[in-house]
């Protein structure tokens, strides 16, 4: 099979190198070569590849050998326009682009049923950890409950330092701004987006149908702070950014927040810049994918996988996806959680209040660090967060004492 | 799709209740109702499904309105002739039998072949984590250096009772017993055969051919002593009972030992009845499959995942499994280790010794348990284990000192 690859960034330029490292392998598994005839890029000239290198995208729009198109530009358009172009003309299209996934992955998926090829994103979520795939073939037949992970190594190599240093944010950010883990502009990733995206996909894998990850209740770890983790610490827990899905009968619920995590999940362990999926289904139980999420070679590894379903279903819509029906997402107040809730000053005078507000059916267990008598922190009952958030200003103008923080908590399992 | 189970113990009678449970997603995944038909056991009665219950075999190999046959008898024969006889007249066969897949797989793929229906056995390695359908589809196209697992959920129920209990071997196995983790005759789990079988199946899946769990090196559990995880404990490792595939080159490595494992190892907190299935490849990295290894409905989710590619894949063998050519494993004494070493009596007189046989490269760090003399142990150096237990048996006979225990250690990664 004659492939193009269209923008030659770290991802696109991976992708090529997996296919000349590998080829051999890829051969004997699917039976023919796959060979790179294009590069589009804007540049002139590029390291590798250099005599593929092509500016004009109608070059492999018309080039009937062009059989399959990898789509490692990024952004959503043209890529869009692009991408829809070369399924219309009936060649498969393989993205690691989140993105355009998120944006337009159920017309995408349609058109590429209309003309009998295939649209693929194995990379788009999790890099090489295989979530798409497994989501398709081999949790099918599970009514999936919930889905929950670490899919930015960003935010989590900088939880991570931050727990291990014990240092607050903006100084872990920065090293891992020198270290090259992070962005100059890391909106991105600390504020949550790029996590919310792959959590939108994920939703519709799950669901089935469409939703959009501006409906997903989004919130980054720029509040995180050191002493949210020296809590966490002497809790015998860790603070993750997740991303979680969760089926309730047939409601859907959604968010991306930052958890205090209990050494009991799996995702506790998942440290630096790995991921971790964790998918729970009615008959699976707890599984968890582990690997790196991002990274030249792995997202790249992620894309071949795609290439080699492409080639195994040269002449059939295999059907990985999901439709145009739009999902609703419950509202995030109807959540239920746990709360981690620091409290200003000592627990002594408002130990009635904070029972009244927060603790109906458990004992007020404080936690307090080195004896300081500003502060303190406790685990609350399990709460719909509506009621929670009304609480939190109802015992605040009650007792006049401010809550300094709040982190949502998993419940710990037995 | 008309389905029979043949054998309805844990499994065969998980699959009946998954399929029953989960009947409305899966024919929303496949398009049409997978119904159970018959049920082939011995008894003359069954709690549910007792309608469905027959006692001959025949009735299903001749009514040709089963497409599909799920075999859940267990053991060699006759599952292999029943098995043998349904692909031959077409019948997709999806089994959970890790010993007929070890023994008969690329046989019975072959048939499955000639007789254009499929063979799946995704339950046989790792229940509910999706590691054969990993392989086949989203790893297809790298090369696979290293499978390494902890696929045995008893033993590792045992090593991690052991760990966190400070207890002994014959202890936590007893109480192992006691909850229904280890059966009464436990040798299949702690000698480490099972762990042997499922190590086999997935270097059969990584090279694409044939090889036999007897040509795999295998070492069980029962040597593991409350003072080696102590030792363990001391230098920041756990002990795992390990099955670990690499390739280096074109030459396979195979092996079932008792490791010590590092924290930076993710299977280092793979705990109690979890198993964990660490995949690395040459671009993709270091990932691990995590979840349930065993378990009635865990186990018949990951065979429900073959009924559904068996529908998906009704007409055309799909070609996952491997060829009838025998694989050659290296000998045992080719690979390279450090070792865990516990020493008879203090260091002092024979550190030049230790220097000699064991530490060409490295320190000596000792480390020696609440001012022990009787003994201490150290880590070697990487050695290939030939030269080990050379040096092993001339270093006693040199120094007239006793090795009490050695134990294979991964090296830490930096």
């Given at each position: ?10 991802i ?17 598994k ?7 005839k ?21 070059i ?12 490692t ?46 649209f ?12 798409i ?12 409950t ?186 995030m ?80 399992e037995?």
């Amino acid at each position: 099979m004659k492939v193009a690859i269209m923008g030659y960034g770290t991802i696109g330029s991976g992708v090529a190198e997996v296919l000349r490292v590998n080829q051999d392998q890829l051969q004997k598994k699917v039976g023919e070569p796959v060979t790179l005839k294009y590069v589009l890029d804007i540049r002139d000239s590029i390291p590798e590849d250099a005599d593929k290198l092509i500016n004009d995208f109608s070059i492999i729009e018309n080039d009937e050998e062009i059989k399959l198109v990898v789509e490692t530009m990024g952004g959503i358009h043209p890529a869009y326009e692009f991408v829809k172009s070369c399924l219309e003309k009936g060649k498969h299209v393989v993205t690691s682009n989140k993105a355009l996934v998120d944006a337009f992955g159920s017309k995408l998926i349609g058109i590429a049923k209309e003309h009998h090829c295939n649209f693929y994103f194995e990379a788009s979520v999790g890099g090489g950890i295989p979530v798409i795939r497994t989501i398709y073939h081999n949790y099918a037949g599970e009514n999936l409950t919930e889905i929950t992970g670490i899919m930015n190594g960003t935010t989590n190599f900088i939880l991570t330092n931050m727990r291990e240093k014990g240092a607050d944010f903006d100084e872990v950010l920065a090293e891992a701004q020198r270290l090259g883990y992070a962005e100059r502009d890391p909106s991105s990733d600390i504020d949550g987006f790029d996590t919310s995206r792959k959590t939108a996909i994920l939703l519709s894998m799950a669901s089935g149908n469409r939703c959009r990850h501006e409906d997903i209740y989004t919130e980054g770890i720029r509040n995180i702070s050191k002493l949210d983790f020296e809590y966490a610490k002497e809790l015998g827990m860790t603070i993750k950014l997740l991303g979680s899905v969760q089926q309730v009968e047939d409601k859907y619920f959604a968010y991306v927040v930052p958890m205090v995590v209990p050494k009991s999940d799996p995702l506790f362990s998942v440290d630096g810049v790995f991921n971790g999926i964790k998918i729970v289904g009615n008959c699976l139980g707890t599984t968890m994918l582990y690997g790196m999420g991002a990274g030249k070679l792995p997202t790249a590894s992620a894309v071949v996988s795609d290439i080699i379903a492409a080639v195994r279903h040269q002449d059939e819509f295999q059907g990985i996806g999901w439709s145009e029906k739009m999902l609703e997402i419950e509202p995030m107040g109807s959540n239920a959680f746990t709360y981690l809730l620091r409290v200003e000053g000592t627990c002594e005078e408002i130990k009635d209040d904070l029972k009244e507000f927060f603790l109906e059916d458990s004992e007020l267990k404080p936690v307090i660090l080195n004896g300081r008598t500003d502060e303190f922190a406790f685990i609350t009952d399990v709460m719909f967060e509506s009621d929670f958030l009304d609480n939190l200003k109802a015992f605040e103008e009650k007792t006049g004492r401010r809550i300094i923080h709040y982190i949502r908590t998993e419940k710990e399992e037995n």
